[in-house]
């Protein structure tokens, strides 16, 4: 069975001429990517040679791409890193990952639907539920709500209206 791993990127594009690529971000910060010596990109294990950025784009340098056609070849794959290879968390804090899946339920325990994703637009965390008739929603996320080992996120249901 293969270790769970966690995506923290997926590649834009190619950058300049000398191998770069843009990243997108998934994790916190490109400094959650640049504190891993290695990473898998696609099916490819490869050792980060820089990170840095550009007009506020993250943008990384792998030993073994050396040109824009092979940062090219790069676009659109993902940049994962193993599971356990992860810093540890404090207590009430949780990776995105973990929440994406959980069931959804009101104070009186109901289910309302499941996290689809977990999104953050500059004020804070929201999570985006999927309700049971098909509709989203998109509630804030509030520390203490998510109950990993029940395997279910209390949400107030005056956000899914």
Do not use: W
């Amino acid at each position: 069975m293969a270790e769970p791993r966690v995506t923290l990127a997926a590649i834009a594009g190619p950058h300049g001429i000398d191998g770069g690529v843009r990243l997108k971000l998934f994790a916190e910060s490109a400094d959650a990517i640049a504190r891993f010596e290695q990473v898998q990109v696609g099916d490819r294990e490869l050792t980060i040679k820089s990170m840095n950025a550009a007009g506020g784009q993250p943008i990384a340098r792998f030993h073994g791409i050396a040109d824009r056609n092979a940062a090219e070849a790069l676009r659109g794959q993902l940049v994962t890193v193993a599971r356990d290879a992860l810093p540890p968390l404090a207590e009430g804090e949780y990776y995105h990952v973990d929440l994406i899946g959980l069931r959804c339920v009101d104070c009186e325990g109901a289910d309302v639907g499941i996290v689809a994703a977990v999104e953050n637009f500059g004020a804070g965390d929201l999570l985006e539920i999927e309700r049971p008739d098909g509709k989203k929603s998109l509630i804030p996320f509030k520390p203490g709500v998510a109950d990993l080992a029940d395997g279910t996120v209390t949400v107030d249901p005056a956000f899914l209206a």
